[in-house]
């Protein structure tokens, strides 16, 4: 994470925080969300040699995130309680198929571009967890878990 730290300042992306090992990276920038993940893809490519898809949320889309909160009356465990973040709204079959593959207690809810995942038993067990883990949703997509998207605002608030 210091490394990606570093590449984006140096980029121009100032400030820049990241969070843990999680591959999440705070930044300021003057680009859209589309824009922004662009130049990150291409630096992250030409300095680590690696093509990873590179999803960019705004503070305000993040903050819509953690409102909207769909599960949060079930969700009682924030690290079984995950956000996966589409580059665009996955396509409504995929999602029923996905659904279909929820467990008694699993729940899964479509929202634009998220889908909001609680998992009681955990994560690690979970066909759902999964099948959102892979590249499944025929869209570029990551997931996070509950503390992760709840401190990501946090620090695009400090």
Known sequence: MPQLRDLLAAAGFQPV??????????????LSPDQL?????REIGNAFGLAVDVIV???DDVAEVVRR???G???SDPKRYQVTFCA???DAAVVSKLAGLAVAGEKLVADGRELYAWHPDGV???????SLAKHTLGVAATARNW???????AMADA
């Open 37 to 41: 993940a662009n130049a990150c893809e």
């Open 57 to 59: 949320r705004s503070r």
């Open 17 to 30: 925080s990241t969070y843990l090992q999680s591959g999440n990276a705070v930044v300021s920038a003057d």
């Open 88 to 90: 665009t709204a996955p």
């Open 69 to 71: 909160n769909p599960l």
């Open 147 to 153: 503390t992760t998207v709840t401190e990501l605002l």
């Open 73 to 75: 009356a079930l969700a």
């Open 124 to 130: 690690g067990r979970s066909r759902l967890a999964t």
